[in-house]
Nanobody, 115 residues
Framework: QVQLVESGGGLVQAGGSLRLACAAS????????MGWYRQAPGKQRDLVAI???????NYADFAKGRFTISRDYAKNTVYLQMDSLKPEDTAVYYC?????????WGQGTQVTVSS
């Protein structure tokens, strides 16, 4: 199982930017799929973006053009750069890793966007 630690959440005004980081406990070369999900109060957890070890990425429609997922192999860290943030982006953001067909989750980091 992979241990994941997220950081970078916070309070930002609409139109602002945040960068979330997810540090993994093992080399992310070994992790096929890593991604970010989010969950707003009273709602289900939704996919935001994923990246594969082959460099492929996929984004939810609401994230396209505003969010960018990337991997830093030297730091075993996956980032989510979020630009042009909107109040509806307010949620707890979770990092996910699928390793050996098992899912691991971070503890989550709160993102709050004020209008």
């Amino acid at each position: 199982q992979v241990q994941l630690v997220e950081s970078g959440g916070g309070l930002v005004q609409a139109g602002g930017s945040l960068r979330l980081a997810c540090a993994a406990s093992l080399s992310i070369f070994r992790i096929n799929t890593m991604g970010w999900y989010r969950q707003a109060p009273g709602k289900q957890r939704d996919l935001v973006a994923i990246t594969t070890s082959r460099g492929a990425t996929n984004y939810a429609d609401f994230a396209k053009g505003r969010f960018t997922i990337s991997r830093d192999y030297a730091k075993n860290t996956v980032y989510l750069q979020m630009d042009s943030l909107k109040p509806e982006d307010t949620a707890v953001y979770y990092c996910n890793a699928n390793f050996n067909n098992r899912d691991s989750w971070g503890q989550g980091t709160q993102v709050t966007v004020s209008s």
